[in-house]
Antibody, heavy 121, light 110 residues
Framework: QLQLQESGPGLVKPSETLSLTCTLS??????????WAWIRQPPGKGLEWIGS???????YYNPSLKSRVSISVDTSRSQFSLELSSLTAADTAMYYC?????????????WGRGTLVTVSS | QSALTQPASVSGSPGQSITISCTGT?????????VSWYQQHPGKVPKLLIY???KWPSGVSNRFSGSKSGNTASLTISGLQAEDEAEYYC??????????FGGGTKLTVL
């Protein structure tokens, strides 16, 4: 069964860098029909797209986060990762990884369960 | 880029139909047929309901339908059921390889 699973620290200090990994099981992250994305949701608030990556390494980022974000892919491990730097309390959120339908669809048909990240000293 | 505009809340009785609007601009919703809709129950993961304005992913009920007119996209839920009570988010391609979500609409089934 195809599944995405996020992993990483639940608590990070302000000004530090958050590193999260998403592991795909039951499928290939090198499937050319899909991109892979990170989306976050602050507590009680709406969804925010962070960025997307193709298996080849091509990335697209939310302009509002672009200066602080890096997304990478490791096809050998079926993983893709998020790094978000210069953290503040405003980055406290549930972070989801998701599969993005390719071919220019820009929609997400498979989601991980999410991991809650709290930015606090 | 600004978030797409959705009503904060809508409500309806079982069996009725409701429509949730999602207003963007001529640079996003109005310029691309790339609007998607997601349903999120409390504490749960978002679920794709509609993509590319009006297409259904496999397994999604056809009680959910999408449309677009100008800069506004809409999600219509027909035959409202208690289990439809949830938060609904629209999402649109914003051009230049970017994506924008709406602020979300809470649907209450009376």
């Amino acid at each position: 069964q195809l599944q995405l699973q996020e992993s990483g620290p639940g608590l990070v200090k302000p000004s530090e860098t958050l590193s999260l990994t998403c592991t795909l099981s039951g499928g290939s992250i090198s499937n050319r029909s899909y991109w892979w994305a990170w989306i976050r949701q602050p507590p009680g608030k709406g969804l925010e797209w962070i960025g997307s990556i193709f298996y080849s390494g091509t990335t697209y980022y939310n302009p509002s986060l672009k200066s602080r974000v890096s997304i990478s892919v490791d096809t050998s491990r079926s993983q893709f990762s998020l790094e978000l730097s210069s953290l503040t309390a405003a980055d406290t959120a549930m972070y989801y990884c998701a599969r993005q339908i390719g071919g220019g669809s820009w929609s997400f048909d498979l989601w991980g369960r999410g991991t809650l990240v709290t930015v606090s000293s | 880029q600004s978030a797409l505009t959705q009503p904060a809340s809508v409500s309806g009785s079982p069996g009725q139909s409701i429509t949730i609007s999602c207003t963007g601009t001529s640079s996003d919703v109005g310029n691309y047929n790339l609007v998607s809709w997601y349903q999120q129950h409390p504490g749960k993961v978002p679920k794709l309901l509609i993509y590319e304005v009006s297409k259904w992913p496999s397994g999604v009920s056809n009680r959910f339908s999408g449309s677009k007119s100008g800069n506004t996209a809409s999600l219509t839920i027909s035959g409202l059921q208690a289990e439809d009570e949830a938060e609904y988010y629209c999402c649109s391609y914003g051009g230049s390889n970017t994506l924008i979500f709406g602020g979300g609409t809470k649907l209450t089934v009376l």
